[in-house]
């Protein structure tokens, strides 16, 4: 089945720092991956995803992420963190067709950007 | 396009009785999707629709829980009866296709809390 594994369920950065935030996937057909955000009671929020071509996929609020198929690895990033961006972050990948490619997502990183 | 709605925002109810949750969903979007978020389990795939039918309810966690889609801009989540390791946040979403290439759209979700 096709999973994923967020490392650290909170990450804590200075404002202006670089954000990275690490999402490695399980799949056993080639994975579409998303990436998305939770602010405080609100619904998720698509940020980015990756289905094919460009490895680096560029998203909302200068969020970007990068396959790397031989690291199975998926990570969130942004160079310089502002405090608009502490929220919840999920990273989440597409079933196979027997699931009819229903999102599978991670726990979760919270992430708290500090002044 | 209002995005998906979802009613109410918080529902409090006593151990045994019925919740009734709605959901609109995106106009033009054929793909539903319920899911239920807890600290422990993170974001659960409940059921899904395609076209108004369902297609894969094996996440639902017992018979108290069912799901309904009338039309193409309604769909309801019922539990029956209510108990309080319910307690959780109903999110619905929906897509145009299965969500694979565009992702979802979720609505802001349903804070239930069972006493």
């Known amino acids: 089945a096709q999973s994923v594994t967020q490392l650290g369920s909170h990450v804590s950065v200075s404002e202006g720092a670089l954000v990275l935030l690490r999402c490695n996937y399980s799949s056993s057909v080639p994975p579409y991956l998303f990436w998305y955000v939770q602010y405080p009671n609100q619904g998720l929020q698509l940020l980015l995803k990756?289905?094919?071509?460009?490895?680096l996929v560029k998203g909302i609020n200068g969020f970007e992420a990068e396959f790397k198929k031989s690291e199975t690895s998926f990570h969130l990033t942004k160079p310089s963190a502002h405090m608009s961006d502490a929220a919840e972050y999920f990273c989440a990948v597409s079933g196979n067709s027997n699931s009819g490619y229903a999102l599978n997502f991670g726990k979760g990183t919270s992430l708290l950007v500090t002044p | 396009d209002a995005g998906v709605i979802q009613s109410p925002r918080h529902e409090v109810t006593e151990m045994g009785q019925e919740v009734t949750l709605r959901c609109k969903p995106i106009s033009g979007h054929d793909y539903l999707f319920w899911y239920r978020q807890t600290m422990m389990r993170g974001l659960e795939l409940l059921i899904y629709?395609?076209?108004?039918?369902?297609?894969?309810d094996s996440g639902m966690p017992e018979d108290r829980f069912s799901a309904k889609m009338p039309n193409a801009s309604f769909s309801t989540l019922k539990i029956q009866p209510s108990e309080p390791r319910d307690s959780a946040v109903y999110f619905c979403?929906?897509?145009?296709?299965?969500?694979?290439?565009?992702?979802?759209?979720f609505g802001s979700g349903t804070r239930l809390t069972v006493v």
């Open positions: 629709f395609n076209n108004n039918v369902p297609i894969d």
């Open positions: 979403a929906s897509s145009l296709g299965t969500g694979r290439i565009y992702g979802y759209t």
């Open positions: 990756y289905t094919t071509g460009a490895t």
